[in-house]
């Protein structure tokens, strides 16, 4: 009868069957030598200051100097497009009364003194009945003014009913020419009188706003909206974004921004700071910040989120290094540089802004005059091995 095989005896099995293939593996490494591209064994030590690494032969690894970089300090704020609000004008019905036809939508391109729509209206009606009483009122006075200057002159009235016959005259020229502006308020014509009034845009732009349906009231007398559209110049946008308290000391009026719409990152627009908010948030401890920028494409859109990147008013120092020393992983980024007796210590960077010459800004974690390795992929390949 067999023995059952028990937990232990299994565990025998198991590495009895990788122990070969353990062994082979070992024995097809093969040391790394960076002049001549053989692969050597490296040693990794870890000590309270980071990793450190060691390998055979490190002087073929070349080194290089961190250079002296000074450039005036940056500052990224995100915010969101809104219309410059001196450049947004309601449109607005002076006669109140039912809108009959309208020639324009919400998000249309609309020019100055086109036709957006059309209203009967009352005020209209009555307006004009004023200016025909008015009319015909002054025709009267002016008529009886001009006999009692006649009768005055043969001596049939006094000087005081000719002075009251000039004031009755000139009270029904006054009514009159306040008639005839009634009428011109209203976009009516006197010669050919209509109950239906006619509204223009009073600017070119974009409706971003309406009120107004077929059928509906416009104006200020009935229960319809007296704005019957919002039109927005989009030529120049503002930029609204928050800056934290402790940066504002950074940024003042007129200084240039850099924005980067977030849906459109390769494109870059400018503008200039306007105005600084007086008031902080008191809960995230910010400030609004509006900046104006000039949108000549219409590329910005209202709501937007965008990016800018502010030029500080002072210059920093940091450290620039070859491109190749910068190692990238898991989202962070690492040197290289040497600690003595063949040994290399790994040391997170922050990184900057590339720039030309295949260089790389670092804003910390390395100084200027630093010594580390030129090619961090040279090393690291050395490392993959052990």
């Not at 082979?24 to 050597?40: E, I, L, T, Y």
């Not at 109140?96 to 086109?114: C, H, P, T, Y």
């Not at 059309?118 to 008529?143: C, G, H, M, W």
């Not at 924005?259 to 459109?264: E, G, L, S």
Request: a negative charge; one cysteine or more.
């Amino acid at each position: 009868m067999k023995r059952p095989v028990t937990f232990m005896s299994e565990r025998a099995i198991a590495l009895a069957t990788m122990l070969p293939g353990m062994i082979w593996m070992n024995a097809c490494k093969k040391p790394f030598n960076p002049a001549s591209g053989m692969v050597q064994q490296a040693k990794v030590v870890e000590v309270s200051n980071g990793e450190v690494v060691s390998v055979p032969h490190p002087e073929g690894f070349k080194l290089t100097t961190a250079e002296n970089y000074q450039a005036y300090d940056t500052l990224n704020v995100t915010g969101s497009v809104n219309p410059d609000v001196s450049r947004e004008v309601p449109v607005i019905s002076l006669a109140s009364g039912k809108v009959v036809d309208i020639r324009a939508r919400l998000d249309d391109n609309v020019k100055k003194g086109q036709l957006l729509l059309r209203v009967q209206s009352p005020d209209i009606t009555n307006a004009f009945d004023t200016y025909l009483k008015a009319k015909n009122d002054e025709l009267l006075a002016r008529k009886a003014d001009v006999r009692a200057k006649d009768l005055f002159a043969h001596g049939a009235i006094s000087q005081s009913m000719v002075e009251q016959a000039d004031d009755t005259e000139q009270d029904a020229v006054a009514d009159l020419k306040a008639a005839e502006q009634q009428l011109q308020v209203l976009g009516a014509n006197k010669e050919h009188p209509t109950t239906i009034e006619d509204v223009y845009a009073p600017i070119s732009g974009v409706i971003i706003a309406q009120n107004v349906t077929n059928a509906a009231a416009a104006g200020v007398n009935f229960s319809g909206s007296s704005t019957a559209f919002t039109i927005a110049d989009l030529s120049t946008v503002w930029v609204i974004c928050d800056v934290y308290e402790n940066d504002l000391r950074r940024i003042h009026l007129g200084q240039k921004v850099i924005i980067h719409p977030n849906a459109f990152a390769d494109q870059a627009l400018h503008g200039a700071i306007s105005d600084i908010g007086p008031i902080l948030d008191p809960n995230i401890r910010t400030a609004k910040v509006r900046i104006e920028v000039e949108n000549p494409a219409r590329l910005l859109k209202l709501g937007m989120f965008v990016t800018g990147t502010i030029d500080s008013l002072t210059k920093q120092t940091h450290a620039v290094v070859p491109a190749a020393a910068v190692l990238h992983l898991h989202d962070e980024d690492w040197v290289y540089v040497p600690t003595g007796d063949g040994h290399f210590r790994r040391v997170q960077v922050t990184p900057g802004d590339m720039i030309g010459g295949g260089r790389q800004e670092i804003l910390a974690g390395i100084d200027p005059g630093q010594q580390l390795v030129g090619d961090v992929l040279q090393l690291e390949a050395a490392l993959e091995v052990q």
